[in-house]
């Protein structure tokens, strides 16, 4: 029996394009590009080549992208620059990622207030309700772009709106949203908007921070000049090629991807939602990622099923891998007002264009067993 990979919210598998672009620069671009010599001359003009297409794919100023080693980094690097040595409130979501909500938990036990931007039973944020927050005091507000277990996508626009007019800066997590919808730096309004290679097919490992011109953050990494003296250490070009050819082949081919995956992931809601009766899908009259189904199985422990699945041949999540272990219903779904036990009984599947249909079909057929017998108690 052969595995259906649907986790790929957690992690893609990297194109062929993209590792043999990685090892076309290991070859050619092992240098330091920090190096004076005809050798780091050359890794310094990959490296900064990927920067323009990166930058030019996002709608950024070359002068704007920083490269870390992924969207924890970069969301780290973020919340520390804004928050050090300053003090103020922090808006957030209930639902962020893990890496924002502890590093926003790291700037509270340094003296900083946290306030919590409510969202709606579909994960959105709650726009009448942002009028109530304490904006006189607030000076750094974070979301969620593309939630990555809902899959849920942020009209960030009168957020945006609210943070200009009174003097608050706007931190993006966009680790689930580029290369796989449009993303626009500076339609969006944001100060700055983390980004990671391996959820579109890139390598792990490397990812980047666009944070707007004229800003200055002290940095997180210190102990070398390096992209602008903003983040110290030696830059990965192969690892950084590898993402620009990544975003390159994503906007070569976004509508058509978009298409073909949001085929296959309304064939597999429809086929469970048919099937599996009872269920709850999450997000389902919000925008959400073409990728992702977040579903509940009343009456079934999501550890149950996941361990059910993987036995099937079925590899998928409960959600956020970075909070994988934990038997506490996800956040992000308690905020939609939604009963603590169908947030256990959640599961989220996430495709790519790697996926055919013929694997939906089978995948539906075994999660619908799985369900069934769980349900019957054999």
Not at 361 to 374: F, G, K, S
């Amino acid at each position: 029996m052969s595995s259906i990979y649907l986790d790929n919210n957690a992690t893609t598998p990297v194109f062929p394009e993209v590792m043999h672009c990685m090892s076309d620069a290991w070859a050619t671009a092992f240098a330091n590009p920090g190096s004076q010599h005809s050798y780091g001359r050359e890794a310094r003009r990959v490296l900064e080549d990927s920067r323009e297409s990166i930058a030019e794919i996002l709608n950024a100023d070359a002068s704007e992208v920083i490269f870390t080693s992924g969207g924890t980094e970069s969301i780290n690097m973020a919340i520390h620059g804004f928050t050090f040595g300053r003090s103020g409130t922090i808006a957030i979501t209930a639902g962020e990622h893990p890496a924002t909500l502890m590093a926003c938990e790291r700037a509270r036990q340094n003296g900083w207030q946290i306030a919590t931007m409510p969202v709606d039973d579909q994960g959105r944020l709650d726009e009448i309700q942002l009028a109530n927050l304490p904006w006189n005091d607030i000076k750094l507000v974070c979301v969620i772009l593309a939630h990555n277990e809902t899959g849920v996508i942020q009209n960030v626009a009168p957020l945006a709106k609210r943070c200009r007019e009174n003097g608050a800066a706007l931190l993006l997590d966009a680790v689930q949203a580029v290369g796989k919808i449009p993303v626009d730096f500076q339609h969006l309004g944001a100060t700055a908007l983390a980004f990671g290679a391996h959820k579109f097919h890139g390598p792990r490992g490397i990812g980047g921070l666009l944070l707007k011109r004229g800003v200055k953050l002290p940095p997180f990494l210190e102990g070398g000049h390096q992209e602008n003296g903003r983040r110290a250490g030696t830059e990965p070009v192969p690892l950084i090629a590898g993402m620009a050819t990544a975003l390159q082949l994503w906007a070569a081919d976004s509508q058509n991807r978009a298409g073909r995956i949001l085929a296959l992931r309304d064939q597999l809601q429809h086929e469970l939602v048919t099937r599996c009766s009872p269920v709850v899908v999450h997000g389902t009259n919000a925008e959400r990622l073409m990728n992702t189904l977040s579903i509940a199985f009343p009456g079934i422990p999501g550890e149950a099923m996941l361990v059910n699945l993987h036995l099937a041949g079925v590899a998928c999540s409960l959600g956020s891998t970075c909070a994988s272990g934990s038997a506490q219903a996800p956040p992000s779904l308690l905020a939609m007002g939604l009963d603590p036990e169908v947030c256990k009984s959640s599961v989220r599947f996430s495709l790519a264009i790697q996926n055919s249909a013929a694997e939906i079909t089978e995948a539906a057929n075994r999660i619908a067993a799985v369900v069934a017998r769980i349900r019957d108690g054999n």
